[in-house]
């Protein structure tokens, strides 16, 4: 079984301050994905990475892709309430189609 | 267009008594997964159908568990006789043909068993 380690576990941080957390694996991923989780809501799909050494931006959120495909991380630049949120890394499971998911950083953005 | 949806959204019972999810996938898409998130866990995959396929119930925990998929659209997941450990959010996701890794999930039923 593949696991996905994420860190911290919990994150809070002050408005406008910046910010990454690490998801980390011993096993090789053909891609990494990240989601965002509200309360209340379901996870929604940030970045996929599929690349070793890949880099992906959106907006203020930086994706990084470890160059060996077992590690990624986001880092976000001057974070904003609305950043806050569960943020998941997710990777193929054992069957192609389902997938493996991090237990995720709850990030608290306070004003 | 809709996204997935899910009903109820909250849900408390008793310990034993069964319960039924249901999940309204986005239309068009064939792949539909159930998974389950507990308090401090990540998300835990269940089942997935596509298509016509027989579905992969390799993630069901237990017996106790099942899922069926009517006319390859809304989806049903049922817990018999459920058990205080069964308390959770059970999400659904459904993916476009093809695109196994661009899952789209619902909000979830949060799912209290007394």
């Known amino acids: 079984t593949q696991l996905l380690e994420q860190s911290p576990q919990f994150l809070s941080i002050q408005e406008g301050e910046n910010l990454t957390v690490y998801c980390n694996s011993s096993?090789?991923?053909?891609?990494l994905q990240w989601y965002r989780q509200e309360p209340g809501e379901g996870p929604v799909l940030l970045v996929t990475?599929?690349?070793?050494?890949e880099v992906k931006k959106l907006k203020r959120l930086t994706f990084q892709f470890g160059d060996a495909r077992k590690d990624s991380s986001l880092h976000i630049t001057a974070a904003q309430p609305g950043d806050t949120g569960l943020y998941l890394c997710a990777g193929p499971g054992a069957g192609s189609y389902q997938l493996t998911f991090g237990k995720g950083t709850k990030l608290s953005v306070i004003p | 267009g809709a996204g997935v949806s899910q009903s109820p959204s909250n849900k408390v019972t008793e310990k034993g008594k069964d319960v039924e999810l249901r999940c309204d996938p986005i239309?068009?898409?064939?792949?539909l997964y159930w998974y389950r998130q507990s308090l401090g866990q990540g998300l835990e995959f269940l089942i997935y159908f596509q298509g016509n396929s027989a579905p992969d119930k390799s993630g069901l925990p237990s017996d106790r568990f099942s899922a069926e998929r009517t006319g390859g659209s809304v989806s049903t997941l049922t817990i018999q006789r459920t058990q205080q450990e069964d308390s959770a959010v059970y999400l659904c996701?459904?993916?476009?043909?093809?695109?196994?890794?661009?899952?789209?999930f619902g909000p979830g039923t949060r799912l209290l068993v007394l």
């Open positions: 239309s068009g898409h064939t792949a």
């Open positions: 996701a459904s993916s476009p043909p093809g695109q196994h890794g661009t899952q789209y």
């Open positions: 096993s090789v991923f053909s891609s």
């Open positions: 990475v599929v690349t070793g050494g």
